[in-house]
């Protein structure tokens, strides 16, 4: 049986409940034993008158009818005194067999005496038959001697089995009073022999041996058993002894001893008064006797009961204070252990978590306070409750310094995240310088490959930053377009070129998002890429939905089994505590941060037929009515938009149906869009595209000459002014032919502005430019754009 898991309060009971059992045996089995002795001195009285004073009766009427039956037997004729002494002896008989069969004298009797009962019955039915074989003298004296005697033996037997009281001298006394019983039994043996010898005249064969010893044993068994009587009733046997009847008795027997036949002149009368007179005192001093030892169990049994009491009382109550000390005790071990118990798990879910949150949003925490002293007195549960002090004090501090610690490796990611967004915002203002004073298509073509690269780098130092606990820093302070924030994550992935995207209906994000969101989208989108084949397409599509805004992102990989799917749900629903140990799943790490931040719900499902499709839903509070494009009054926000999504001078166009849409025609950096040439409209819209081509293949590439001609500066911005306006004006143009509102792509009115780095990095929020950098345009040549630049 495993006990290990049981409760401390089945425990205690169990402690409880072994001694306890225990003892309430012993006070039992004791009691029992106290109490049947008790009983059995109580039932002398039932046995001397249910069965000692009948039975005596019984054995009388027997001895006399034994007498007379061997009488008749020695005579020729039927004996008169014979039929009356028989009626006498049946009811004694049938006065026995009544106290026999009664219950009083069976409840009282032990499984010996029940047996002796039974034999004595089993005798006395041999008694009708034995008459008859007597009443036809088919049996001889020694014969009818037998029968009777063996009736008598039965009934001594039963007397014997009376005497088992629980007092040792009782017993003694019993039994030597039954010893007398059964040597005057011998007595009367003695008699029928002799009157059937008288009344035969002679001895029959082998009665004078029998004589004898039925004489000599009668003799030995009152000697044994006078032995055993106390002082008192051994001198009153030795005055009866000495009594002219049995000083003439037993000279009478010395005579019939010393003669092998009837001496000739013995006094027959002689015997017979002295054996009556006998017989008679032998009979009053056993009944005496009897009456005496019934009288004595009485008060001894009376004692014993008390004793008993007294024991059983004192041992009731000793049981009952072991239970109530037992349960008091074990009721305040279990009070006890419950509280600690208690306190730990207190402790161990609420208050340590609670002082680990509070340490991690940087409150100050007193250590004294919120691991208080657990007093639960000086025994072993006081020393494991003080241990347990011991532990909560070390584990606060534990708590303390492991936040302490991560607060500083916190501050130590930032600080290197914030140095490598300064330095990555310096290179992106750099490079767009680069790209603007660039022509050359290869070169601007490189120029761009090395700008999303530190586009890329800006999102990943975003993500030391997320995972620092900081925000990341970018905002605008205006709507953005959602399909603008949709192409501004695409152009921070590595594989740009395979996002496509679909139906995206219009909507404006907050400025206050738009950062997060393109950086959340960006990591989604990424994870897309690089989770399914290189030959598959990601798309795209952006819906409204009441309450908010939708923005799917699907796959064609091999997708998610529903385990991990789950799990990743679980972090994205309820953002974890960063875990250095799991640095491959720090993008679901940075999404999480990032939508619990703007309260944007991300869910994983799997995609149809195949891969995965990552929901992103916007809530109304960061939704708004998509800005218009021609807005002046956004210039410098466009452009800034326009540098993180590296549009084109496309305006947004949108699939009427769900569909993929070309790159080329929508993700064309910037830097090389600078570079191509201008085309009449090709579209409906009535915009012009700009295509990147080279010129003539027969024209050669010139060669630097070792002395460089200088270009004036006022030269290169009057070409470049002259092209921005011509664009813008094309654009306006176009937009009027088809009816619709007045489009000025973003990021092609004039040069972006730096992106803005957050104001905690200790650097500026915008780049400075060089000292070489020309000075702007004319007046009357700018755009409105650069003018709101």
Known sequence: MNTRDWPIRAKLTALVIGPVTGLLALWLFATTLTFGPALDL?????????????????????????????????????????????????????????????????????????YRLDQLGAALDALPAGRVFIDGRKVDRAGAVGLYSGMIGSAFQAFSAMAATPDVQINREASALTALGRSRELLGQADALLAGAVTAGRYAEGEHEQLVRTVENHRFLAETAVADLPPGERADYQRLTEGGAFLRLR????????????????????????HAEVWAGLRDFELRGADGLTERSVPMAARILIQLAVAGVLGLVAIVVCVLVALRVGRSLAHRLTSVRTAATEVAEQRLPDVVA???????????????????GGDEIGQVARAFNEVRRTAVRAAADEVTLRRGFNEVILNLARRSQGLVHRQLALLDRLERRTEDPDELAGLFQVDHLATRLRRHAEDLVVLAGAAPGRGWRRPVAAVDVMRGAISEVEAYDRVDVGDAQPAGVLGRAVGDVIHLLAELIENATAFSSPGTRVDVTGRTLPGGYLIEITDRGLGMSPPAMAAANRKLAVPPDFDPTESARLGLFVVARLAARHGVGVELRPGRPAGTTAAVFLPSDLITDEPPVGSDAAGPERRRMAKVSRLTTVPRG?????????????????????????EPPADDDGL?????????????????????????????????????????RGRRDGTRAVGGPTVARIGDAGPAEP???PGD?????????????????????????????
Request: glycine share 6%; proline share 9%; aromatic share 2%.
């Open 688 to 728: 012009p595209r700009r295509v990147r081509r080279r010129g003539p293949a027969a024209r050669p590439r010139a060669v630097a000459a070792d002395t460089p001609a200088l270009r004036p500066p006022e030269e290169a911005r009057r070409a470049m002014s002259a092209l921005q306006a011509g664009t813008a």
């Open 654 to 678: 949108r699939s009427t149906r769900p569909g993929r849409e070309r790159p080329e025609s929508t993700v064309i950096p910037l830097a090389m869009a600078r570079a191509s040439t201008v």
């Open 358 to 376: 509070r340490l991690r949003r940087g409150e100050e925490v007193d250590v004294a306070r919120e691991a208080p002293e657990l007093d639960h």
């Open 251 to 274: 000279a009478l027997q010395d005579a019939l001893i010393r003669s092998t036949d009837l001496p000739a002149r013995f006094d027959v009368r002689a015997w017979e008064t002295s």
């Open 755 to 757: 992106t803005d780095v």
């Open 761 to 789: 990095m200790g650097t500026p929020s915008t780049a400075p430019e060089p000292a070489t950098e020309p000075s702007p345009p004319a007046p009357d040549q700018r755009t409105a754009t650069e003018r709101d630049a």
């Open 42 to 114: 109580l039932a002398a009285r039932t046995f001397l008158y249910d069965l000692g004073r009948p039975g005596e009766s019984v054995v009388a009427e027997l001895q006399r009818e034994r007498r007379l039956s061997v009488v008749q037997l020695a005579g020729d004729g039927v004996l008169p005194e014979l039929v009356g002494q028989r009626e006498r002896t049946d009811r004694a008989v049938d006065e026995l067999r009544r106290r026999i069969d009664g219950e009083e004298l069976r409840d009282a009797a032990d499984d010996h005496l029940d």
